[in-house]
């Protein structure tokens, strides 16, 4: 076949355009530790600089301030908040958001490490982690005091010691698989797989198979049947499958639509790699435990990116026939998932408590008595134990979940009418209400609870902004 000056010198400027993103792509994979931490750092500082410059409170999330409330006292039954016990003595209540930073910083460095142990494809683990860091549920749990985000580093943490030569090491990784245990049931579960699949794999002695084992299952059971630790910690939001699972519905945490698609074709074509079947068994496992508790989405994404990552390599792994289609494809993603993150970003510090929310609330701790019950939305209920030291009427983590609360709770929020509202206050000697702004975003101001506030029964005590205290008479 015969070429023209014109096609040589068009062929010779495309060679060049592949070189040059070879190049940077090449330099980038060199370089993939120092450029995913500044990336890390870059995303995380966006929304801690927001609430900085807004005067809010660094930490994030109603999840950070139950562990911070239940992390005051420590007596048998929650002794493993020891340290974050001691860390709230020792630091400024604001240098506490150093401690999931570190996590998140720690946790990406162990992974490229690990990564690098177990020989795993670079294109794969670099297209994990870029999914994984710009994923809003990771952006989330690394901004607050998650246990998931613990229990993150610790199995990693875990299997980096596995990994290691030194025998003395393989053995101290059973250390730190059973703290990660005192997180939930499911979580345990979760690592158990995990576990049994590296063992198979890797063909390890067995005495340190069966050992390792045998403490992280006995440990899980005695944690549910003795220390009654829940199945999954959580929820701290009210249950929503698809907004919490895809990130731009409005869910707090989540991953964005188009690493969901790219899992479904990953699904599809892993299916062909035998050597990855297990991922399936943690899908089935950690779509379950979703189904049950939307909180446990921080592990199922993990599961839903790497076969979204598969799903990537499988679509680019050849040149299309229609190489232009192939370099839009490219770019509608990339254009996709940063705009998902930068809107993500952009509302996130939206998830409280403001700097009007911690005002009031501390209001309520000085001027109210302790034996004062707090009626407000269930996922303020976090902020109100903590910076009022009150006891709301309803949380998500009521261990008898009591209906008769939830059904109440909604009642008292929704109806219109005086004639239920007000025996209902008076029968469950609810005299203190807390409006959150959340509540005036939520509930039209026409009808419900919003509306009764104008009765003369009601009378506004204290506010700042949309943050308000009303007493029923």
């Not at 177990?118 to 005091?145: G, R, V, W, Y």
């Not at 630790?229 to 699972?245: A, C, K, N």
């Not at 679509?315 to 993150?341: C, D, M, P, R, Y």
Request: proline letters at 4%.
């Amino acid at each position: 076949m015969n070429t023209t000056p014109e096609n040589n010198n068009k062929n010779n400027k495309t060679f060049q355009k592949m070189d040059l993103l070879s190049k940077y792509y090449d330099h980038l994979l060199t370089h993939k530790n120092w450029c995913f931490s500044l990336i890390l750092l870059i995303v995380l500082g966006m929304p801690l600089l927001s609430n900085y410059w807004q005067n809010s409170p660094l930490i994030m999330g109603p999840e950070s301030y139950y562990h911070l409330y239940h992390a005051q006292e420590i007596s048998w039954d929650n002794f493993y908040y020891w340290p974050l016990n001691l860390l709230q003595k020792a630091l400024p209540e604001s240098t506490l958001i150093l401690i999931p930073l570190i996590l998140a910083v720690a946790s990406v460095l162990i992974m490229l490490q690990l990564a690098k142990r177990i020989d795993l494809p670079e294109k794969l683990t670099f297209f994990f982690m870029a999914l994984l860091i710009s994923s809003p549920i990771f952006i989330f749990t690394s901004i607050t005091l998650s246990a998931h985000s613990l229990f993150f580093f610790l199995v990693l943490s875990g299997f980096l010691l596995l990994t290691s030569r030194l025998k003395v090491f393989r053995y101290l990784s059973i250390i730190l698989f059973a703290l990660a245990t005192f997180i939930d049931t499911f979580s345990s579960i979760f690592m158990l797989v995990l576990q049994a699949t590296y063992f198979y794999y890797s063909h390890k002695e067995k005495v340190l198979t069966t050992i390792c084992l045998m403490v992280t299952f006995s440990l899980t059971l005695f944690n549910y049947l003795v220390l009654q630790l829940p199945l999954q910690l959580g929820p701290f939001y009210p249950q929503r499958l698809l907004p919490e699972l895809v990130s731009d519905l409005g869910g707090v945490g989540g991953i964005p639509l188009f690493t969901l698609l790219l899992a479904v074709i990953g699904v599809f074509m892993m299916w062909k790699e035998k050597k990855y079947h297990w991922t399936y068994l943690l899908l089935l496992v950690g779509i379950g435990a979703y189904i049950q508790n939307t909180h446990f989405i921080f592990l199922l994404a993990l599961v839903i990116i790497f076969f979204a990552t598969m799903g990537i390599i499988y679509l680019f792994k050849n040149q299309w026939s229609i190489e232009t289609l192939q370099q839009f494809t490219a770019l509608i993603l990339i254009l996709g998932l940063l705009f998902s993150t930068l809107t993500y970003l952009g509302r996130i510090t939206n998830t409280g408590p403001s700097a009007d929310e911690a005002k009031v609330l501390t209001w309520l701790k000085e001027n109210v008595p302790e034996d004062q019950t707090i009626f407000s939305l269930p996922e303020s209920s976090y902020y109100i134990e903590y910076f009022s030291n009150k006891r709301p009427l309803f949380e998500y983590q009521d261990s008898e979940r009591e209906k008769d609360k939830v059904n109440l709770t909604q009642t008292l929020l929704t109806s219109t009418y005086a004639s239920i509202t007000f025996p209902l206050l008076e029968k469950n000697n609810l005299s203190m209400i807390y409006i959150a702004p959340k509540i005036k975003q939520t509930y039209p101001n026409d009808k419900g609870l919003l509306f009764l506030l104008k009765n003369e029964r009601f009378k506004l005590v204290y506010s700042s902004e949309e943050a308000e205290v009303w007493v029923f008479k």
